[in-house]
């Protein structure tokens, strides 16, 4: 039987078997179709021909093609899903993919913005209007707390103490904590609050942030919302509520707080997650050492 025809019983298999989604079984067909092409041009036609080094061969040719490392990783992980059918199927002895091994995926960070940039995009809100004043509450407290996006959206009224400006957030794993708000945000959110209860027909919802008819935000809307906004600044294309939190830790780190507040800050389980924000610039780092330093100085 011809790798082709054993790729196209594969995919029937995901159909009709494990009854994956019509996209899902779209993307292993192209990725395996890629495999099919490269390999049927080596003159290897059946699955049972395929060697590691003919894979690994593929592998080569997909980075010389530019293809980056995730992309490079999911076709692998398609057809390592292949050849697990095929050993069911007795088309093979043995997986070939077992000797090759994925591309190293490196963790991609979001792009913080600067203390500069975050104040415009504060200050370009109007806060005369309700949505204005909505958004810059929304703006202050993704960046002035460091909140997920899902953690914003569920915050509730009770939730927040004013008197101590703390504010009360459930998050991964139904881990609460107390994230403390500085009186930019927490005036931001004093205007909000007040222009919702004199908008004509407020509701007074429970959530803090709404759209709407008084319905919460959604994921989405806070997304579209923050884009929106940055797009409108000529701030970068990549500005989404992520940004926001990124930018609250790199900032807390370059200006001296120690690793451990911020994990606690964010809601980190693992104080290993948090260290991915400890990127500061070299400019940061010399100027540290020079001030720290017994030595640094020629003086």
């Excluded at 996209?23 to 021909?49: C, E, K």
């Excluded at 093979?92 to 190293?104: A, H, K, M, T, Y």
């Amino acid at each position: 039987m011809r790798l082709e025809t054993q790729v196209d019983a594969f995919l029937e298999h995901l159909r009709v078997e494990r009854a994956l989604a019509r996209n899902s079984v779209l993307a292993y067909g192209r990725d395996l179709s890629d495999l099919t092409h490269s390999v049927g041009a080596a003159g290897v036609t059946t699955a049972r021909a395929l060697s590691p080094e003919v894979l690994r061969t593929w592998v080569g040719e997909l980075g010389q093609r530019g293809l980056s490392a995730r992309s490079m990783a999911r076709r692998l992980s398609a057809a390592r899903g292949f050849f697990r059918f095929a050993l069911r199927e007795g088309w093979i002895e043995q997986d070939p993919s077992q000797g090759v091994s994925p591309p190293r995926l490196g963790r991609r960070l979001p792009r913080d913005q600067s203390p500069t940039d975050l104040a415009a995009l504060l200050a370009a809100t109007d806060p005369s209007t309700l949505r204005g004043a909505r958004d810059r509450a929304l703006f202050a407290i993704l960046y002035g707390g460091g909140l997920r996006v899902s953690e914003v959206c569920a915050i509730e009224l009770g939730d927040l103490d004013r008197q101590a400006g703390v504010l009360k957030v459930v998050g991964k794993g139904e881990r609460p904590r107390l994230v403390p708000l500085g009186e930019v945000c927490l005036d931001a959110i004093d205007r909000y609050l007040e222009a919702r209860a004199a908008s004509p027909g407020s509701q007074a919802p429970r959530h803090l942030f709404s759209g709407r008819g008084g319905a919460k935000l959604t994921r989405q809307a806070v997304w579209k919302i923050v884009r929106q906004a940055g797009r409108a600044l000529g701030l970068s294309s990549d500005l989404f509520p992520h940004a926001l939190r990124h930018s609250f830790a790199s900032h807390l780190l370059s200006g001296g707080a120690d690793l451990r507040s911020v994990q606690l800050l964010l809601g980190h389980a693992s104080i290993t997650t948090t260290e991915i924000y400890t990127h500061v610039s070299a400019a940061h780092v010399e100027a540290a050492y020079r001030k720290a330093h017994p030595r640094a100085s020629s003086a």
